[in-house]
């Protein structure tokens, strides 16, 4: 019986790196279990060991020498078999002194990589709330006892129950990760985590923007250019089927060809798939009022595309329909509220009601997330009856 720990590259590298195992050899039979997980920059691959730039270098490092120690053994080296070989390593507690708040950098970088801007911005609204309460904080410190001294602290200072439990939610999603990743063992700290901080429940606000409303969109001609450009892109979301402000936001040149837009929800992240809709002699119009002429620029829109510029301009879009729905009394339904971005997707959708279509193809114009991995590989409704059901939605 033989036992090694390596870093193991050979199934490719995952969200955490590559997973560290334990490698027991016997009778030219070989075993392998998960001990944690390293990226290669992390790893000193001649000694097959942590380097100190690890975030739970001082526990893998030691569970790795412990291991080592032990396989030297007789008692180990006489085993006959599998289960016992891996029991006689487990012993080790799990590795619970795993920085936390380098695992939620480690996340936070993740989600950039994937465009999912908004969760990483929620992120660290929630790391910078626990860093002000507790500077330092590893996994083993997060017990029911830190939660609700977290939650007291944050009542102290005049917090709404709703944003200490986006806090409290944004942790326990990190933690749960990490449990997920085999780093370490489910304590579950969480339960009870939300006591004390309730929220009166709401039925979801799909507030929207009758036909009438928007037809009188299309004849507005206003001055101010940045008040035209608010309600020109509302109108660009209604026409790409209540597409994301986002998403237009990031079009590139390329996205639009043959005469249809090929759009990625990025709120999906990495569940995100691409699909196409038509490109309307409406939305050409739009376009062609704000496009990048410069052929040397792959975006649509010059406008910057870091991520703070995106929230710049969203901020100041939403803004903008603020002033105008007051100046121009205009009135959402079936109950007045705020006019943003996030109206126009739901008007496409209650439009879409409105008109009767079937409400598959509907989701399927307005790219909800596929649940069937077969619908991934063909289109459900052909090309024809999608165009047919957006025009007849869009009043073109």
């Not at 870093?7 to 075993?31: A, C, M, W």
């Not at 490092?61 to 030297?72: F, M, N, P, S």
């Not at 380098?102 to 908004?118: A, P």
């Not at 509907?362 to 649940?371: P, Q």
């Amino acid at each position: 019986m033989k036992a090694t720990v390596k870093l193991y590259k050979t199934d490719g590298q995952g969200e955490y790196g590559f997973p560290v195992k334990l490698i027991i050899s016997h009778n030219r039979k070989t075993r392998r279990k998960t001990i944690g997980y390293s990226f290669e920059e992390d790893w000193d691959l001649t000694s097959n060991l942590p380097l100190p730039s690890h975030d739970d270098f001082e526990d893998l490092y030691t569970t790795i020498l412990d291991i080592r120690k032990k396989a030297v053994l007789s008692d180990f080296r006489k085993l006959d078999d599998f289960p016992a070989a891996f029991d006689f390593f487990s012993d080790k507690k799990p590795t619970v002194s795993l920085n936390f708040y380098s695992w939620m950098d480690k996340r936070i970088k993740l989600m950039e990589s994937q465009n999912r801007n908004g969760n990483a911005s929620i992120y660290r609204d929630a790391k910078k709330a626990f860093e002000t309460f507790s500077p330092q904080l590893n996994f083993k410190d997060i017990t029911p006892q830190f939660i609700e001294r977290f939650k007291n602290y944050q009542k102290e200072l005049g917090n709404k129950n709703t944003s200490i439990r986006v806090y409290i939610a944004t942790i326990r999603a990190n933690y749960n990760a990490a449990v997920k990743a085999g780093v370490i063992e489910d304590k579950k700290p969480f339960i009870g985590a939300l006591d004390g901080v309730k929220i009166k429940k709401r039925r979801a606000k799909n507030r929207y923007l009758s036909e009438e409303t928007l037809r009188e969109f299309e004849n507005l001609s206003l001055e101010h250019p940045s008040y035209q450009r608010a309600i020109d892109f509302c109108l660009l979301q209604f026409y790409f089927c209540g597409a994301d402000l986002i998403d237009i936001y990031y079009l590139k040149k390329n996205d639009l060809s043959n005469n249809r837009v090929f759009l990625t929800r990025r709120k999906l992240g990495d569940r995100q798939y691409e699909f196409d809709i038509l490109l309307t002699e409406k939305a050409q119009h739009i376009i062609d009022k704000y496009k990048c002429d410069n052929p040397k620029k792959e975006y649509l829109f010059s406008w910057p595309k870091a991520w703070t510029s995106y929230k710049t301009f969203r901020d100041n879009h939403n803004r903008n329909l603020k002033i105008l729905q007051k100046r121009l009394a205009i009135e959402l339904l079936p109950k007045n509220d705020n006019l943003t971005s996030k109206v126009m997707r739901h008007t496409f959708a209650t439009m879409g009601k409105f008109a009767r279509i079937e409400e598959d193809l509907l989701r399927e114009l307005m790219g909800h997330e596929r649940n069937d991995i077969d619908t991934v590989y063909k289109d459900k409704y052909p090309e024809a009856e999608r165009d047919a059901a957006q025009l007849k939605i869009i009043g073109q």
